[in-house]
């Protein structure tokens, strides 16, 4: 993951980005929904549970556009986006499976 002009530590491959909407109850539910992503893909993916308002969230969400929450987001190295969620959450196996899609494309 790039983004350079975060503080997240980098690691190489796609990344899930998931930006919540600022409420308790849609943040537990995002960090759980994260847990299960993590537990679905190999151990190197990164999976981060950002906050819009500030920090890294708001960095990530400026530059992407973002407007409409909660966002989740699959980011490859180079910062495109192939694949993103708003307003709602997808099924963690959803994101699993568009990450293989991806990594198989790839080889």
Known sequence: ??????????????AVYILGDG????????IKFGEEVDALTPDDT??????????DGLRVKEF???T?????????????VPYAWQRSIPRPDE????LGQIGGSMD
């Open 1 to 14: 993951m790039a983004l350079e002009f975060t503080n997240i530590p980098d690691r190489t491959g796609a």
């Open 23 to 30: 409420t308790t109850q849609t943040e537990m539910q995002l």
């Open 46 to 55: 990164q999976v981060v549970y950002l906050d819009p308002s500030r920090g």
């Open 64 to 66: 992407y556009g973002i």
């Open 68 to 80: 409409e929450f909660p966002y989740i987001m699959i980011v490859m190295d180079d910062d495109t």
């Open 95 to 98: 994101v699993s499976y568009e």
